[in-house]
């Protein structure tokens, strides 16, 4: 499995911008898919981007044209930038990597198999 580690989150005004990084251990990174799934209170996790090994990158609905997914597979990080943030953004925010090298993912929390701690995002009105 990849240990995962997030970090970035923050309290921030609406329309403002945030960058979360997740840093993953292991030296096979770079063939792994990664994501950013949000959880806010009350409601079901709900798939925000991926980044496959080969490049291709997903979006939710909800975030299309606002968030960017990269990773920087020499550090072995996963970045997620976060522009024109509203508040209901607010949550907490997950870091995942897929369950084997070199599988594809879906928007499916189930094809990932390494979750982070989770770091929190409060959008204020």
């Known amino acids: 499995q990849v240990q995962l580690v997030e970090s970035g989150g923050g309290l921030v005004q609406a329309g403002g911008s945030l960058r979360l990084s997740c840093a993953a251990s292991?030296?096979?990174?770079?063939?792994?898919?990664m994501g950013w799934f949000r959880q806010a209170p009350g409601k079901e996790r709900e798939f925000i981007a991926s980044?496959?090994?080969?490049?291709?990158?997903y979006y939710g609905d909800s975030v299309k044209g606002r968030f960017t997914i990269s990773r920087d597979n020499a550090k072995n990080t996963v970045y997620l930038q976060m522009n024109s943030l509203k508040p209901e953004d607010t949550a907490v925010y997950y870091c995942?990597?897929?369950?084997?090298?070199?599988?594809?993912?879906?928007?499916?929390?189930?094809?990932?198999?390494?979750w982070g701690q989770g770091t929190q995002v409060t959008v204020s009105s």
């Open positions: 995942a990597a897929s369950r084997f090298p070199y599988a594809d993912t879906t928007t499916q929390a189930t094809t990932f198999g390494s």
């Open positions: 292991g030296r096979t990174f770079s063939s792994y898919a």
């Open positions: 980044i496959q090994w080969h490049g291709s990158t």
